[in-house]
């Protein structure tokens, strides 16, 4: 089997930057509110487990919905956010769990961008000394500093040098200011740079001009970049790489090139799928995975992205939860008459919480809520939830129902000449029994 190509690619480069498991969760305080929404306390995993190798003068992008987990990651690597397992070694030395002050030298090697270049700068200071402090900071020589920043400036630039010095950020324009943040992050001589977002709130004129100016950056001065974004055209356009992410984890990792020619993971196709057809004023919105991205604090069983997945069937880790995304879906294609005596059979969907195998859907109408379900089987062949659904049974109290057991898939390697892709998906692994007549047939992983 080949190697996972989320860790040290075809080349033999030792990455500049390894992520090995890496988790960061989130503790919840069960507030009375949180209590109200069915959110007891517990964690947000924002990220689970995520392995990624960095290579000098590489760009990774990282794509995926809000909450995915792309921020956290970026914060994780410059310390800025608690990891909670897992390791980030930075030219081999581990720098996971540093404490700020030796974190703060490496700051001038491993910086961030943000999406906002208005509040990344201080109003009451010039670009100048701006870009000027921060050298000061990482303690580069008064004497030194005046030439270093007019290089830094000219670098993005933002020449004349004298014109722009000057100026304080409320005096440049979006694209500018964006500039001046590079600017001061090139002056330390990074060598990883995590640009989160950095482009989404500048105009689309000067959009291409800042994915340019990085290009060159990385071109020129062999910094890697860690992209995050979630526009897929401009990841296409940077990336040598790209990790797609959903619910803290990693599903598809591979080449830019081949994860938009060949997308395998159904989350990845659905986003690129997602992508608006800019040649079609007009035209017909976008086609978007059913459902909503679920509660990070209680991922769905098995696969992240099964209660949404159009091809997902039995092994894929169906619950008594995603019932909820069945139901909801069939009432806004039936009459309000058919809508109204259902809906009366399933008072409380929010009670729907359970994630265990077997799941007591309270109701002093069993026999009805068995009918509609069957009714509903019926009418959808293809609906996967009921390839993972094994019995449903009249029990004291209401129905049980009882699911197949979950496989949770991990990112394998395809297993074909030329690809350098990582799939964390059942359709591409050769454990799971594809059927949905006789589930798992050997773990994964
Ligand atoms: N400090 C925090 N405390 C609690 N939960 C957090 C914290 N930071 C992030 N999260 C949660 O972690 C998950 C991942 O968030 P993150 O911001 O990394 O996602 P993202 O993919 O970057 O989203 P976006 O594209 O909207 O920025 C979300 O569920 C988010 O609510």
């Given at each position: 089997m080949k190697p996972d190509l989320?860790?040290?690619?075809?080349?033999?480069?030792?990455p500049i930057l390894s992520l090995t498991d890496l988790s960061v969760h989130f503790a919840l305080r069960g507030s009375a509110l949180g209590r109200l929404i069915g959110r007891s306390s517990g964690s947000v995993k924002a990220l689970d487990g995520v392995s990624l190798d960095v290579k000098?003068?590489?760009?990774?992008?990282?794509?995926?919905?809000?909450?995915?987990?792309?921020?956290?990651?970026?914060?994780?690597?410059?310390?800025?956010?608690?990891?909670?397992?897992?390791?980030?070694?930075?030219?081999?030395?581990?720098?996971?769990?540093?404490?700020?002050?030796?974190?703060?030298?490496?700051?001038a090697k491993l910086q961030m961008i943000f999406q906002?270049?208005?509040?990344?700068?201080?109003?009451?200071?010039?670009?100048?000394?701006?870009?000027?402090?921060?050298?000061?900071?990482?303690?580069?020589?008064?004497?030194?500093?005046?030439?270093?920043?007019?290089?830094?400036?000219?670098?993005?630039?933002?020449?004349?040098?004298?014109?722009f010095a000057p100026k304080y950020p409320s005096e440049l324009s979006g694209g500018q200011k964006q500039r001046a943040v590079i600017a001061r992050a090139i002056a330390l001589g990074p060598e990883v740079l995590v640009a989160d977002e950095p482009i989404s709130m500048l105009d689309m004129s000067v959009r291409a001009k800042i994915l340019s100016l990085m290009n060159d950056l990385r071109a020129d001065l062999g910094i890697s970049f860690i992209y995050i974004t979630h526009d897929l055209a401009s990841a296409r356009f940077f990336c040598d790489?790209?990790?797609?992410?959903?619910?803290?984890?990693?599903?598809?990792?591979?080449?830019?090139?081949?994860?938009?020619?060949?997308?395998?993971?159904?989350?990845?196709?659905?986003?690129?799928?997602?992508?608006?057809?800019?040649?079609?004023?007009?035209?017909?919105?976008?086609?978007?995975?059913?459902g909503e991205i679920p509660d990070a604090a209680r991922p769905p069983q098995g696969c992240p992205f099964h209660p949404r997945c159009p091809r997902a069937f039995a092994a894929c880790g169906w619950e008594a939860r995603d019932l909820k995304v069945v139901l909801e879906e069939r009432w806004t294609t039936v009459d309000l008459e058919v809508y109204q005596r259902e809906s009366e059979l399933f008072p409380d969907l929010g009670a729907l919480q359970t994630v265990d195998r077997v799941a007591l859907l309270r109701t002093p109408?069993?026999?009805?809520?068995?009918?509609?379900?069957?009714?509903?089987?019926?009418?959808?062949?293809?609906?996967?939830?009921?390839?993972?659904?094994?019995?449903?049974?009249?029990?004291?109290?209401?129905?049980?129902?009882?699911?197949?057991?979950?496989?949770?898939?991990?990112?394998?390697?395809?297993?074909?000449?030329?690809?350098?892709?990582?799939?964390?998906?059942?359709?591409?692994?050769?454990?799971?029994?594809?059927?949905?007549?006789?589930?798992?047939?050997?773990?994964?992983?």
């Open positions: 989320s860790k040290s690619e075809t080349g033999h480069e030792t000098p003068g590489e760009v990774v992008g990282l794509v995926g919905e809000s909450g995915s987990g792309k921020s956290t990651l970026g914060r994780a690597v410059l310390g800025l956010a608690p990891v909670t397992a897992g390791s980030i070694k930075y030219r081999g030395r581990e720098i996971s769990r540093l404490a700020e002050k030796a974190m703060r030298p490496l700051r906002d270049p208005h509040a990344a700068l201080n109003p009451s200071m010039t670009i100048e000394q701006a870009v000027s402090d921060a050298l000061r900071i990482h303690g580069v020589p008064a004497g030194e500093r005046r030439a270093q920043v007019a290089s830094a400036l000219e670098r993005v630039g933002l020449a004349p040098v004298e014109r790489r790209v990790a797609i992410m959903y619910l803290g984890k990693i599903v598809e990792i591979g080449t830019a090139q081949e994860i938009f020619a060949n997308p395998r993971h159904p989350y990845t196709q659905a986003l690129l799928k997602a992508i608006p057809d800019v040649s079609v004023v007009g035209g017909p919105p976008a086609e978007l995975p059913r109408r069993s026999a009805e809520v068995i009918a509609v379900l069957e009714s509903i089987r019926r009418e959808n062949p293809a609906e996967p939830f009921f390839t993972g659904l094994i019995e449903m049974n009249q029990v004291p109290g209401g129905v049980q129902l009882e699911f197949v057991d979950s496989v949770r898939p991990v990112l394998l390697p395809i297993v074909e000449a030329g690809s350098s892709t990582s799939v964390a998906c059942h359709l591409y692994s050769d454990v799971v029994d594809l059927t949905g007549t006789g589930g798992v047939t050997a773990p994964v992983g």
